[in-house]
């Protein structure tokens, strides 16, 4: 990893190596999620503690990111804003402090609700002019949505506050741009990660050190690390289609056989095309040929619904393609001894590629709304440092609880994803990861190389995104359930989307 650089302007992100060897702990809204026998007064108690960190330290510096001193003052008097995001402790923690350090300011919190197929609560309320202040949104929808005059343009506050673009991740504010305008500040970004089971590897014969490179690979490795009772697998060596609620899986597969989405201009869909029907082809082959057909592989996955661990966590499953989230998520487990990297195997055809995509949050403000000040005062906090150590403390009281009640071993582990915004992630290093154990670290380290050469969603997605996302879980399914074989799947998903597609620039081009 690279220290952060605005020389390079179309790769994501530069950290240095050097750093990963002294960071602390952090916990994230993205790490933390409502968890069984976490008491109410630790979490009130830790907020309180925060908001009394925050309140001195505003007396000696200010706060939020740089160049916030230079704003235009909002009014003085109290306003409530509304911010539709995630219901989660951490968040509503953070929003505390937020209050706290903002006494002109209130919160109302809204639940975004879906937010990867379409975003149906936003869009409906901001159309009837019903929509909140800010809201939480995913990068992937974000030139779609943008193109719609669905957010309100946020260059001339960056102008006016000084804010550098240099200062964040290259690969977020190339997404969030739309006809060179900015919609919105990015928040977190994240990348497809591929795990495997060091123990499985050891066991089998495999160099636990190093997992696939290629999809030949995978092929070699799998039957290997399969296990067997009889004719009937307990432990599968990969299933393509674990987990199973990634229903954007296909999207991964088809970019490690050098597909794209789209063409160059963003006017025609490209997901019908050979490297697409390919790689679901070799994913629906690799299912029948070692994981024993769709049927039997899928009543195995469904045996663990419902259940807090997934198959991977309870070493039945040695080897996935899932996200770097699960980093941290997967240190909760003594017993498994797993590694991974942000490098994805990819097809013959496409070896020696670095492929990967990286998608992630956003903050934008209603075109709307009459608070752009008060909105605008609160998504530059929540994209600094002072948001971060909020959410890191109040998360890291909550995950302690759930340690102490699962009874783990040790300190907390937390490796979630980093904020995009340079002195925030700088905060996130000096304070939060240095106790990582160097298994974590490593891979952390792996996640943050792969931010370097991840293509960014939004660029994937274009002007019909909701469809295309939609068009990528309908031919996975058909083709996997073998309704459907894969170029039948994928024209009859490209069918649906190029429409879209087709309609979204005529609207533009006689607007």
Same mark, same amino acid.
């Given at each position: 990893?690279?220290?952060?650089?605005?020389?390079?302007?179309?790769?994501?992100?530069?950290?240095?190596?050097?750093?990963?060897?002294?960071?602390?702990?952090?916990?994230?809204?993205?790490?933390?999620?409502?968890?069984?026998?976490?008491?109410?007064?630790?979490?009130?108690?830790?907020? %309180?503690?925060?908001?009394? =960190?925050?309140?001195?330290? &505003?007396?000696?510096? !200010?706060?939020?990111p740089e160049g916030a001193g230079d704003m235009a003052a909002p009014s003085e008097e109290p306003?409530?804003?509304?911010?539709?995001?995630?219901?989660?402790?951490?968040?509503?923690? %953070?929003?505390?402090?937020?209050?706290?350090?903002?006494?002109?300011?209130?919160? &109302?919190?809204?639940?975004?609700?879906?937010?990867?197929?379409?975003?149906?609560?936003?869009?409906?309320?901001?159309?009837?002019?019903?929509?909140?202040? *800010?809201?939480?949104?995913?990068?992937?929808?974000?030139?779609?949505?943008? &193109?719609?005059?669905? #957010? /309100?343009?946020?260059?001339?506050?960056?102008?006016?506050?000084?804010?550098?673009?240099?200062?964040?991740?290259?690969?977020?504010?190339?997404?969030?741009?739309?006809?060179?305008?900015?919609?919105?500040?990015?928040?977190?970004?994240?990348?497809?990660?591929?795990?495997?089971?060091?123990?499985?590897?050891?066991?089998?014969?495999?160099?636990?050190?190093?997992?696939?490179?290629?999809?030949?690979?995978?092929?070699?490795?799998?039957?290997?690390?399969?296990?067997?009772?009889?004719?009937?697998?307990? /432990?599968?060596?990969?299933? !393509?289609?674990?987990?199973?609620?990634? &229903?954007?899986?296909?999207?991964?597969?088809?970019?490690?056989?050098?597909?794209?989405?789209?063409?160059?201009?963003?006017?025609?869909?490209?997901?019908?095309?050979?490297?697409? @029907?390919?790689?679901?082809?070799?994913? @629906?082959?690799?299912? $029948?040929?070692?994981?024993?057909?769709?049927?039997?592989?899928?009543?195995?996955?469904?045996?663990?619904?419902?259940? !807090?661990?997934?198959?991977?966590?309870?070493?039945?499953?040695?080897? +996935?393609?899932?996200?770097?989230?699960?980093?941290?998520?997967?240190?909760?487990?003594?017993?498994?001894?797993?590694?991974?990297?942000?490098?994805?195997?990819?097809?013959? %055809?496409?070896?020696?590629?670095?492929?990967?995509?990286? +998608?992630?949050?956003?903050?934008?403000? $209603?075109?709307?709304?009459?608070? *752009?000040?008060?909105?605008?005062?609160?998504?530059?906090w929540v994209i600094s440092e002072d948001y971060v150590r909020a959410a890191g403390t109040v998360?890291?009281?909550?995950?302690?609880?759930?340690?102490?009640?699962?009874q783990l071993p040790g300190e907390p582990i937390f490796a979630p994803t980093p904020p995009v915004?340079?002195?925030?992630?700088?905060?996130?290093?000096?304070? #939060?990861?240095?106790?990582? !154990?160097? /298994?974590?670290?490593?891979?952390?380290?792996?996640?943050? $190389?792969?931010?370097?050469?991840?293509?960014? +969603?939004?660029?994937?997605?274009?002007?019909?995104?909701?469809?295309?996302?939609?068009?990528?879980?309908?031919?996975?399914?058909?083709?996997?359930?073998?309704?459907?074989?894969?170029?039948?799947? =994928?024209?009859?998903?490209?069918?649906?989307?190029?429409?879209?597609?087709?309609?979204?620039?005529?609207?533009?081009?006689?607007?």
């Amino acid at each position: 990893m690279r220290p952060f650089s605005n020389d390079l302007q179309f790769h994501s992100i530069y950290i240095a190596k050097e750093m990963i060897g002294k960071m602390t702990r952090v916990t994230s809204e993205e790490k933390t999620v409502v968890r069984a026998g976490v008491s109410r007064r630790s979490f009130l108690r830790s907020t %309180a503690a925060v908001a009394g =960190l925050a309140l001195a330290a &505003s007396a000696c510096v !200010p706060a939020g990111p740089e160049g916030a001193g230079d704003m235009a003052a909002p009014s003085e008097e109290p306003v409530n804003i509304q911010i539709w995001w995630r219901l989660r402790p951490t968040i509503e923690g %953070a929003i505390q402090v937020f209050e706290e350090t903002h006494p002109h300011i209130t919160v &109302s919190l809204g639940d975004l609700g879906e937010a990867v197929y379409g975003t149906p609560k936003y869009v409906t309320a901001v159309a009837a002019g019903k929509g909140p202040d *800010v809201s939480y949104q995913n990068r992937h929808t974000f030139r779609q949505f943008a &193109s719609r005059n669905l #957010y /309100r343009p946020i260059e001339d506050l960056l102008e006016r506050d000084n804010l550098d673009k240099g200062n964040f991740m290259a690969g977020p504010i190339a997404d969030l741009t739309w006809q060179g305008t900015l919609y919105g500040l990015p928040h977190t970004a994240g990348t497809r990660y591929f795990f495997w089971n060091r123990t499985h590897f050891e066991e089998a014969g495999l160099d636990p050190d190093v997992g696939p490179e290629t999809w030949d690979d995978i092929m070699e490795m799998a039957p290997q690390l399969n296990k067997m009772e009889g004719d009937r697998i307990v /432990r599968y060596g990969f299933l !393509p289609h674990f987990p199973p609620g990634l &229903s954007d899986q296909l999207l991964i597969y088809a970019m490690e056989n050098g597909g794209f989405s789209q063409s160059e201009d963003g006017r025609t869909n490209l997901i019908n095309t050979a490297p697409w @029907v390919e790689a679901l082809e070799w994913c @629906v082959n690799m299912i $029948d040929e070692f994981g024993g057909g769709h049927a039997a592989a899928s009543s195995f996955m469904e045996g663990f619904a419902g259940q !807090p661990v997934d198959p991977f966590a309870q070493g039945q499953v040695s080897m +996935c393609s899932y996200g770097n989230w699960m980093i941290g998520r997967y240190a909760k487990f003594p017993d498994l001894d797993y590694d991974g990297t942000g490098l994805m195997p990819v097809s013959a %055809a496409n070896e020696g590629a670095q492929v990967n995509w990286s +998608c992630g949050w956003t903050f934008v403000i $209603d075109p709307n709304t009459e608070l *752009v000040e008060q909105g605008w005062e609160f998504m530059k906090w929540v994209i600094s440092e002072d948001y971060v150590r909020a959410a890191g403390t109040v998360g890291l009281e909550l995950e302690k609880e759930e340690w102490a009640r699962q009874q783990l071993p040790g300190e907390p582990i937390f490796a979630p994803t980093p904020p995009v915004y340079q002195p925030a992630m700088q905060f996130m290093l000096d304070e #939060y990861y240095s106790v990582l !154990p160097e /298994r974590q670290k490593l891979m952390m380290e792996r996640y943050l $190389d792969s931010e370097t050469f991840s293509v960014g +969603c939004g660029q994937i997605a274009g002007l019909a995104a909701a469809e295309l996302w939609i068009g990528f879980k309908n031919a996975w399914e058909s083709a996997l359930t073998k309704k459907q074989t894969p170029q039948e799947a =994928l024209d009859a998903s490209h069918a649906d989307v190029q429409k879209a597609l087709d309609a979204a620039w005529e609207n533009l081009e006689s607007a």
